[in-house]
């Protein structure tokens, strides 16, 4: 298995700010579509921004201008950072990986390698 792993959620007043890390020491980031999803509770996962090997990002229409996903190959960590928050970004967030070349995506099949999730709780 490759191990993926989140960190930097937490609880943060509407309007802050935080900063998502994922990490992994088993593979090389600069190979793979990487992402990063949320879950609320009760509902489905859904894509919330991706960058791939070549650095093109894609971002839900939700999160544009608050949220910037960005990569570093030299330390194999994948990062959000997240401006802005709001109550309703309150969610389980999640990193995802897939090996190849390929485009930024979205939805959850396009992904077959996932952390365990980190926390982020936004109050109003």
């Known amino acids: 298995q490759v191990d993926l792993v989140e960190s930097g959620g937490g609880s943060v007043e509407a309007g802050g700010s935080l900063r998502l890390s994922c990490v992994t020491s088993?593979?090389?980031?600069?190979?793979?579509?990487l992402g990063w999803f949320l879950q609320a509770p009760g509902k489905e996962r859904e894509g919330v921004a991706s960058?791939?090997?070549?650095?093109?990002?894609m971002y839900a229409d939700s999160v544009k201008g608050r949220f910037t996903i960005s990569r570093d190959n030299a330390k194999n960590t994948l990062y959000l950072q997240m401006n802005k928050l709001e109550s309703e970004d309150t969610a389980m967030y999640y990193c995802?990986?897939?090996?190849?070349?390929?485009?930024?995506?979205?939805?959850?099949?396009?992904?077959?390698?996932w952390g365990q999730g980190t926390q982020v709780t936004v109050s109003s």
């Open positions: 995802a990986a897939r090996t190849g070349f390929l485009g930024p995506r979205l939805d959850s099949q396009a992904y077959n390698y």
């Open positions: 088993k593979i090389t980031y600069v190979t793979y579509r």
């Open positions: 960058i791939n090997s070549a650095s093109s990002t």
